[in-house]
């Protein structure tokens, strides 16, 4: 079984000002390390005079695939707290990157770790989480007389409506959790008496709120 996936499901925009320093934090869902960098790159070029872009990311759903970097701060006081961050909010396919406009007054070590840390942290606490869940997208088809009847067992239960096609029959394209497809099926075949044509069509991770 596939397991769920928590991640940022939208850009999220932060600042703070530490130390007359101000720090930026975006963060954003990224489905790859490609993905990732050209997202960091892209705060770098609208950055271009900060004194420091720092980030991490894991960019798959496995947390293999992880990336940091200090750009320039002392090793270990930036890209590395931002990464733990990631770990501890059990966050994948997302990147941080904190964007550091140095005001004057060094923070030294400790203070830099808080900072980038409490960063990312405050940024990911606004940002909107969701939850990937494999889903099984199926076709379910019925008779004109069946239509009220499988409309309401849709709109009862938990999954989602992609698509209604009107031919010799209907057929309902919905998606379900994976996990809840073997009883959706079973309950959709009671609650119709059987006159209910059910196809499975494909799979694939959907985000639903928490």
Do not use: W
Request: aromatic fraction near 10%.
């Amino acid at each position: 079984m596939e397991k769920s996936v928590r991640t940022v499901f939208a850009r999220h925009e932060s600042e703070k000002i530490i130390e007359k320093s101000r720090f930026l934090t975006y963060s954003a869902h990224v489905e790859s390390e490609e993905e990732a960098r050209a997202f960091i790159a892209e705060i770098r070029s609208k950055h271009s005079l900060a004194t420091h872009v720092c980030f991490a990311f894991i960019s798959d759903k496995t947390g293999n695939l992880q990336r940091f970097s200090d750009d320039g701060e002392p090793q270990g006081t930036a890209g590395v707290p931002i990464l733990e961050v990631l770990k501890a909010k059990k966050l994948y396919e997302t990147a941080v990157a904190v964007v550091r406009y140095f005001g004057g007054i060094k923070l030294g070590a400790g203070g830099l770790v808080r900072a980038y840390s409490s960063s990312a942290a405050e940024n990911l606490d606004g940002a909107d989480i969701r939850v990937l869940e494999m889903c099984s997208e199926l076709f379910i088809n019925v008779d004109y007389t069946g239509i009220d009847s499988a409309q309401k067992f849709i709109s009862t239960h938990t999954c989602s409506l992609l698509s209604s096609d009107y031919g010799a029959d209907v057929r309902f394209c919905v998606a379900v959790k994976k996990k809840e497809e073997e009883g959706f099926c079973a309950e959709l075949v009671d609650y119709m008496q059987g006159r209910v044509k059910i196809e499975k069509n494909s799979e694939y991770y959907a985000p639903f709120k928490e």
